[in-house]
């Protein structure tokens, strides 16, 4: 599976393609298959993502996203210097789920 992952061009925030529209929570990201390339042209194209590209992924057994390579679980889940300031704060055990 492929992920699509970029910056939201106003707000410098970590996002990721849902299929429609861009969305910061990575568990409602989609599978952008073969289509990431096109999508990410056009996405840039109308200046709402800036430096879009395409994250090999897996589906956890609870049907969640995962990336491949640790650089981009991070980007997915926030800091991760204290668990308070992570996009999960209410699950201490996320931060253990990147690496």
């Known amino acids: 599976m492929n992920l699509l992952t ?4 106003l707000s410098g925030a970590v996002v990721w393609w849902d299929g429609e529209s861009w969305t910061t929570d ?5 599978d952008a298959g073969e289509e990431g390339e096109a999508i990410m042209a056009r996405e840039e194209a109308a200046r709402r993502v800036n430096a879009p ?3 090999p992924a897996e589906k956890t057994a609870e049907g969640i996203p995962r990336p491949l390579h640790v650089k981009d679980r991070i980007r997915g889940l926030g800091p991760t210097v204290r668990p308070d300031l992570t996009l999960q704060p209410e699950n201490p055990a996320a ?3 990147v690496i």
């Open 6 to 9: 970029g910056n939201d061009l």
């Open 26 to 30: 990575i568990a409602k990201a989609a």
């Open 53 to 55: 590209y395409v994250v």
């Open 95 to 97: 931060i253990r789920e």
